[in-house]
Structure formats: C-alpha cells, structure tokens
C-alpha cells in the first residue's frame, strides 16, 4: 500500500489560477470589436467578413476555454474543501477511538 500525499495548498492555488484565467479569457472574448472594426476600415468585403467570422469564432472559443477553466477551478477548490473535511471528521473519529480505547 502506497501512502498518498495531497498538497493542498498546491491544489488551491491551482484552482485560484484557473478562476482567474477563467475570468480573463472571458472578458477578452467579450471585446472581439477591435478586429471586426479594423477589418471594417479595410474596405474589402471579403477581408471584413472573413475577419468578422474569425472574430465570432475567436470569441466563441475563449468563452468555451472560460467556461471550462472555471468549471475545473471550482472542481479543484471542492476537491480541497472535501480533502480537508475528511481529514478534520477522520482526525476526530480517531481520536475518539483513542480515547475510548484509552478509557478501557
């Protein structure tokens, strides 16, 4: 049997790190306006549209890579909250136990 050891700390930075990425890759998806005005004052049809829809698909991605990263840092940050908790109610059952035994 193998002992495992989990860095919590580890593990909650990580989750910060992921929200926060989260967050600004959402707010730069929300802002695609700069490409579609550039390719606008181009003044080829064909380079707008084809800037426009890469624009949309650019935005489209980040909010997917937000929505993904986010989902992950709040699993990341549950898992803690649990590591934790299981630790506390394991650590006071067992020192129950030995009191108990002790009280024998």
């Known amino acids: 049997m193998t002992n495992t ?4 700390e580890a593990l909650q930075a990580v989750s910060a790190r992921l929200l926060a990425a989260a967050d ?3 707010d730069l998806s929300r802002h695609p306006g ?3 005005g550039r390719a606008a004052d181009g003044g080829d049809d064909a380079l707008r549209d084809a800037a426009v829809h890469f624009a ?3 935005s489209w991605a980040l909010d997917r ?3 993904d990263a986010r989902r992950i840092g709040e699993l990341l940050g549950a898992a803690v909250d649990t590591y934790r908790r299981t630790e506390r109610l394991v650590g006071a059952d067992l020192g129950a ?3 108990a035994g002790r009280a024998r």
């Open 5 to 8: 050891v989990v860095d919590l």
């Open 56 to 58: 949309d698909r650019w």
């Open 34 to 36: 700069v490409v579609r």
């Open 97 to 99: 136990l030995r009191d």
């Open 65 to 67: 890579a937000s929505y």
């Open 24 to 26: 600004a890759a959402r």
